[in-house]
């Protein structure tokens, strides 16, 4: 009797064994949240709410703050002290422009083996935003950096069409001439987060021009895979202070910066930093490299040469059109 009792009680014991590691397989986990601020007072509020209501709710979240002069630091405060369970820090920024004030975040030596999301000050997300990109991440090889469509809205909350659904490869040949990695949307396990962090301590000093792109470059130049989610998470917010946003309606800006030389400017910079994390790349994508290298000097054959004969292409026929252009009138 005494041992079919204590037969009883081991089966009992290995069953809740099991079901409490089936339960920690399944459970979502903690995700640092990595906001930067500017100036923000006439928006932030907003944004904070929807991070509070989100599905998942096992989150921190840190924010540098650039030198603001409005109210934006009082609303912090304010979320601050309403949330007092919360892990809610609010560090300084280094005042460098929004690349480095995010990487500052990324780089603090406190965050180790995190899973991160970024997180703009303007937008509103949707309340699957978290949740989803981690189930999407858990589903698919685990070493994936997850990004998605987004809702534009302009200044007053008013919708304005969506982001851009690409159907397109994803990866390095496309990462050198075109960004598709909306900073915003970005989630990252453990695996991208930590070795973005070993990236960009090598390149701390440097005058990065996007965080994003750079993120694309160093992400697929790695060999890491991306999740672009078709579903958008967040109402992206339009206004006079984007310096890149809704397509249609910078169509005219774009084709300044293109004519400007500033393009150019940011594919030399983008170039330097590849360069830098060089023993991060892959032997194949260095080769690509080289090869878009020798494509923008135009010698001999190059100057002839399709970019997308080397595998470079952005996500449409007209964009690679313009490339080829561009290439032709020594303007890439």
Partial sequence: MFTHIMLISTCLVCR?????????????????????????????ADQLSSILTQSHSDWSLWISDDGSRDATLGIISAFISGNPERDIRLFRGPQRGCAQNFL?????????????????????WMPHKLQRSIEMIRRGTGAQIYASRCVYINAKGNTGGVSPQYHRPYGFGNALVQNILCGNTLVMPPVI????QSVFSLTREFDLPFHDWCIYLAVTGAGFDIIHDEKPGLFYRQHSNNLLGACRSNALRRARLIYKHQFSDWLDRNIYFLTIISPFITQSNQSLLNRFIEL?????????????????HRQTLAGDFILQAMSWCRKL
């Avoid at 500052?104 to 509103?124: C, H, K, M, Y």
């Avoid at 987060?193 to 973005?196: A, P, Q, R, V």
Wanted: overall charge negative; some cysteine.
């Fill in 16 to 44: 809740n064994h099991m079901s409490i590691l089936a339960a920690n397989m399944h459970k979502l986990p903690h995700i640092h949240i990595l906001m930067c601020t500017k100036d923000g007072e006439a928006w932030l």
């Fill in 193 to 196: 987060s930590g070795y973005l």
């Fill in 296 to 312: 923008r000097k135009n010698e001999d054959v190059c100057f002839l040469r399709r970019p997308q004969s080397l595998g470079i």
């Fill in 104 to 124: 500052s975040l990324l780089a603090r030596p406190e965050l180790t083996s995190p899973w991160v999301a970024f997180a703009d000050q303007d937008d509103i």
